[in-house]
């Protein structure tokens, strides 16, 4: 009986031994395909209007935006250009953000700022276009 028992666990072991070997066979450990965040797109700006900002404090920034794509603008700033998506809000005011760096632009029809999310503070305010 003793033998019988290590006979049927042994056989039991090498049985899940071999399936376990046979379904990794099959499959092969492939690295997943690698998704692209949307705020590391680099956005493409050629067919774009461009509206530059005079803010206070003598900073400037440029936004592009493509009548195809009313949910995402281009922002530069400080020589850096990026991809930012917007955000619904409910008071109206028009909201764009890069989580990844922290970007927020929020836009009302007298100005707009630029902040930083990551550190709570502004990085631009009174942002104003020469038509405003």
């Not at 922290?102 to 700022?113: F, N, Y």
């Amino acid at each position: 009986m003793k033998s019988f028992v290590i006979y049927s666990a042994l056989s039991l072991i090498l049985n899940c031994q071999f399936s376990l070997a046979q379904s990794t066979a099959a499959t092969p450990s492939a690295k997943p395909a690698a998704t692209i965040d949307e705020d590391d797109m680099i956005p493409d700006i050629k067919q774009s209007a461009t509206y530059e900002y005079h803010c206070e404090m003598k900073d400037f920034l440029t936004i592009y935006t493509n009548g195809d794509d009313p949910n995402h603008i281009a922002l530069r700033w400080k020589d850096r250009l990026y991809r930012l998506h917007r955000i619904i809000t409910t008071t109206g005011a028009t909201r764009f953000e890069n989580t990844k760096v922290g970007l927020v632009w929020i836009g009302i029809p007298t100005k707009g700022m630029l902040l930083d999310s990551r550190h709570g503070q502004q990085l631009a305010n009174e942002c104003k276009t020469t038509g405003q």
